[in-house]
């Protein structure tokens, strides 16, 4: 069995391909990245039921992955680019030939996939990191899935300026509801659930924009987004109203978070 482990800042995902590709996923959280490595491949054997010597080949990537050497207890280890995994896994999980691949995680990548080639394109320093530190600040938040299920429960439009707060009707192609400023109404001390809406609304309507105009470039029709951030719900939603104005829909596959670690896997093992 091959497996695929993407290393990030802190959160070490893991898949397995089974012989019928059939994936079996895990995830672990250390900083330092040999002990997330190791960790990552402990969990993995007891969430699969599988033994140490089932795994033939570890393929790594990820920003830690450069504190990987030639192999993880024991086994061969390879390191695979991450934009090439990143690529293979958002059009693996997609069902797509080709697509815009954008991955939203400590910060957010994009790149153009075809087949078994990938071009980073660029990204941005706004991500999951962004998330994190804004809702720290704002909302006093230092929990990724507690500052989720704020952004559920609260409304951006208590932070957000609209364009019906300015406008007694939509302008050209951009509705009443449509931001016109984020975090340009704040007359009052919002909650944290709005704090921690308009945080998730900014982030991703800002990875959503760039990743239209990126489309637009690369004359590529289908948007794939994948990545760890992608486990906040509203995120999907924000995503989901850009729709009407730019008529461009995002996939966010099942198993965004994995996308990565599948990707590498993928790519030893074609």
Not at 155 to 165: A, N
Not at 225 to 250: D, W
Request: net charge negative.
């Amino acid at each position: 069995m091959i497996i695929g482990i993407d290393i990030g800042g802190t959160t070490t995902k893991i898949v397995g391909l089974g012989p019928n590709k059939e994936k079996i996923c895990a995830t672990v959280k250390a900083s330092d990245p040999v002990a997330s490595a190791a960790g990552a491949i402990g969990k993995f054997l007891s969430v699969a039921g599988k033994k140490m010597g089932d795994i033939s080949l570890i393929a790594v990537t990820g920003v830690g992955s450069a504190a990987i050497a030639d192999e993880v207890l024991g086994i061969k280890a390879i390191h695979v680019e991450e934009f090439s995994a990143v690529g293979l896994g958002g059009l693996e999980l997609s069902g797509a030939e080709r697509a815009l691949v954008v991955s939203v995680g400590t910060g957010t990548a994009i790149v153009h996939a075809e087949g078994r080639q990938a071009r980073h394109l660029g990204g941005s320093g706004i991500g999951g990191g962004t998330i994190l530190g804004l809702g720290k600040a704002l909302a006093g938040i230092t929990d990724f899935d507690t500052l989720a299920l704020a952004a559920s429960r609260g409304d951006e439009r208590g932070v957000d300026l609209t364009i019906g707060d300015i406008s007694p009707k939509a302008v050209g192609t951009l509705p009443r509801d449509a931001t016109a400023s984020n975090f340009g109404k704040m007359a009052d001390r919002p909650s944290a659930e709005d704090f921690s809406a308009g945080i998730v609304n900014m982030v991703f309507q800002t990875v959503g924009m760039l990743a239209i105009f990126a489309s637009r470039a690369e004359h590529d029709e289908t948007i794939v987004v994948v990545g760890n951030t992608m486990k906040i719900p509203s995120a999907r939603e924000v995503l989901k109203r850009l729709y009407p104005i730019y008529g461009i829909q995002f996939i966010v596959p099942e198993l965004a978070q994995y996308a990565t670690a599948l990707g590498a896997a993928l790519y030893l093992s074609e």
